[in-house]
């Protein structure tokens, strides 16, 4: 809202116009004292009376006619002076005028800011409106977004729908044409089948003559193997028990069903291959029994004593160049056997080394005595 106010001020002309008429006239008072006093001094001057005489009366010529001219100027200081109060008189007349228009158009101003406060009031309620509505209208938007996406991509899902149809069709249809080319050709295939069938039949009948005379040459010889195997067996207690004798009472030389179990411990240090004095006492010894064995078993019995090498499941020292695991340390203790065997005059043909690791032990635990007993050459007498 507008409000225009005017400060009344006093009127300070009167009082100035006065001052200056008053200061005035005590500057011509003084001058005329000073006039008087400085010629009243040079008049009883002796040595310059008469010069001082005529330079006051210079003097006080030019000061007279100064004083003339300075009560002009006050007469048109107070001529002006009257004007301008005057002059004041008008302007204090506007003001009053002026001061009753300004009050009229405050009032107006307030009837004014009052609408204008109707008119605010009115549009903000629109704009919440309009807000409102907008509002509305975005959510709508977004819902028919939402509704449009998922029509585009329903329809885009039914076009890749119908394309895959078209697809199945069209690989149903090839798939059809090769079966009916498949079948043509088995029902060609079957017919020359059936016309093939006649011929074999003469073939199988050749075939199942010379099948059954190979069965019973087949049988003829396991009939054969199963006698050597029981010539072989028969004289495998006697080759146990002469082992038995000839190493007497040893505990770490042992028979084991079908087998004799050598310690490898009293045949190679820890982690070698190479025999002990020990063991090889020991292997002449079972040697003797074998060479006597070969003498008794028949030549039209083929046997063999395997030699077979095993171990504990201690791993390889790490930097060990002589072998590489532990199935190829047992592989050079059993061949060491068969050579010191052979050596001592066991035919080399009756010896097969082989060696097994840790993959088939007779004790499952990892104490010292389980590994011990691990750690074995198996010796068995047995058909080729």
């Given at each position: 809202m507008v409000n225009i106010r005017f400060r009344e001020k006093t009127n300070s002309w009167p009082?100035?116009?006065?001052?200056?008429?008053?200061l005035v006239?005590?500057?011509i008072f003084l001058l005329i004292v000073f006039v008087f006093l400085w010629?009243?001094?040079?008049?009883?001057?002796?040595t310059s009376g008469i010069k001082t005489v005529s330079e006051l009366k210079k003097t006080n010529e030019e000061q007279a006619q100064t004083i003339a001219q300075m009560t002009a100027d006050e007469q048109e200081a107070k001529r002006l002076l009257l004007l301008a109060r005057a002059e004041l008189e008008n302007l204090e007349n506007d003001k009053a005028?002026?001061?009753?228009?300004?009050d009229a158009l405050d009032t107006e101003l307030q009837e004014i800011d009052m609408s204008i406060e109707d008119l605010i009031a009115a549009y903000e309620a629109k704009v919440a409106e309009l807000q409102a509505a907008g509002v509305n209208m975005q959510e709508q938007v977004a819902l028919l977004t939402t509704q449009l996406n998922q029509a585009n991509a329903d329809a885009a899902k039914s076009a890749e729908l119908e394309q895959e149809r078209r697809d199945l069709q069209a690989q149903m249809t090839q798939q059809r044409a090769q079966l009916a080319d498949q079948l043509a050709s088995l029902q060609a295939a079957l017919n020359a089948a059936e016309a093939k069938a006649a011929d074999q039949e003469i073939q199988y009948i050749e075939m199942s003559n010379k099948l059954n005379k190979a069965l019973a040459d087949k049988v003829a010889e396991l009939n054969s193997k199963v006698a050597e195997l029981n010539n072989v067996t028969q004289y495998q207690s006697g080759f146990y028990k002469a082992i038995k004798n000839a190493l007497g009472d040893r505990t770490t030389i042992q028979p084991d069903g079908d087998r004799f179990i050598v310690s490898s411990d009293i045949l190679f240090p820890s982690g070698a291959y190479t025999l002990s004095p020990e063991g090889k006492n020991q292997l002449r010894l079972i040697a003797n029994v074998i060479k006597d064995l070969e003498h008794q078993i028949p030549s039209d019995v083929n046997w063999i004593i395997r030699v077979d090498g095993h171990t504990?499941?201690?791993?390889?020292?790490?930097g060990t160049r002589e072998y590489r695991n532990n199935t190829e340390l047992s592989l050079r203790r059993a061949t060491a056997v068969a050579d010191e065997l052979a050596r001592a005059g066991v035919s080399k043909r009756r010896l097969v080394p082989s060696g097994f690791g840790e993959m088939h032990p007779v004790e499952l635990g990892n104490d010292p005595a389980s590994m011990q007993k691990n750690r074995r050459i198996e010796l068995q007498l047995t058909n080729r």
């Open positions: 009082g100035f116009v006065d001052l200056f008429s008053n006239i005590i500057l010629t009243t001094t040079s008049v009883f001057n002796k005028e002026l001061s009753n228009e300004v504990d499941r201690t791993g390889i020292i790490p």
